[in-house]
T-cell receptor
Framework: NAGVTQTPKFQVLKTGQSMTLQCAQDMNHNSMYWYRQDPGMGLRLIYYSASEGTTDKGEVPNGYNVSRLNKREFSLRLESAAPSQTSVYFC??????????????FGPGTRLTVL | AQSVTQLDSHVSVSEGTPVLLRCNYSSSYSPSLFWYVQHPNKGLQLLLKYTSAATLVKGINGFEAEFKKSETSFHLTKPSAHMSDAAEYFCVVRLSAGNNRKLIWGLGTSLAVNP
């Protein structure tokens, strides 16, 4: 039982390149999230998927797209990477979206550098 | 507007002394409150959560937090710091009413534990 897995763990891109970050869960939770973490700024929500088949913008969606492929998988795509997207990216899941006490479980993160 | 403020960006304590990490929130609704911990180069893990039951909440690794509605605070404490407590701590608020079901993250408090 791995919980939440993310691939890759590290990635270096050149400006303008594209890539997809993958997230998968084996906890059968409905809601999935993508965050970025930057020094001094805490976690900021990029996109979320309250349930399979739905996605919505979070706080900082510009430059990103997402796909909820099925209940288990939620991918984050950078179409044309920019240095400002250098960050650590975390995928998270929760049992439901509306459950106010629902715990979020996090993946180990992807450290992305854009040169 | 709903927000969460972690009053100290950095706290330094000696091993064996008490830990206090402060968190204040503002919310028009009854919130759920969480503390998450992030050890260096690791993902995030739930430490404890308040969900309108007992105001004193006990978490993992000897941490606890007290919800004080009159002070709109949810400070995290531990009687005796251990070296392994050195990490980044995040206070998180979630609304229990209204349309906004997303979490609001504090900017984090870095805890250093000195031998």
């Amino acid at each position: 039982n791995a919980g939440v897995t993310q691939t890759p763990k590290f990635q270096v891109l050149k400006t303008g390149q594209s890539m997809t970050l993958q997230c998968a869960q084996d906890m059968n939770h409905n809601s999935m999230y993508w965050y970025r973490q930057d020094p001094g700024m805490g976690l900021r929500l990029i996109y979320y998927s309250a349930s399979e088949g739905t996605t919505d913008k979070g706080e900082v969606p510009n430059g990103y797209n997402v796909s909820r492929l099925n209940k288990r998988e939620f991918s984050l795509r950078l179409e044309s990477a920019a240095p400002s997207q250098t960050s650590v990216y975390f995928c998270a899941i929760s049992k439901t979206f509306s459950g106010v006490a629902d715990t979020q479980y996090f993946g180990p993160g992807t450290r992305l550098t854009v040169l | 507007a709903q927000s969460v403020t972690q009053l100290d960006s950095h706290v330094s304590v000696s091993e064996g002394t008490p830990v206090l990490l402060r968190c204040n929130y503002s919310s028009s609704y009854s919130p759920s409150l969480f503390w998450y911990v992030q050890h260096p180069n690791k993902g995030l893990q739930l430490l404890l959560k308040y969900t309108s039951a007992a105001t004193l909440v006990k978490g993992i690794n000897g941490f606890e937090a007290e919800f004080k509605k009159s002070e709109t605070s949810f400070h995290l404490t531990k009687p005796s710091a251990h070296m392994s407590d050195a990490a980044e701590y995040f206070c998180v608020v979630r609304l229990s009413a209204g349309n906004n079901r997303k979490l609001i993250w504090g900017l984090g408090t870095s805890l250093a534990v000195n031998p």
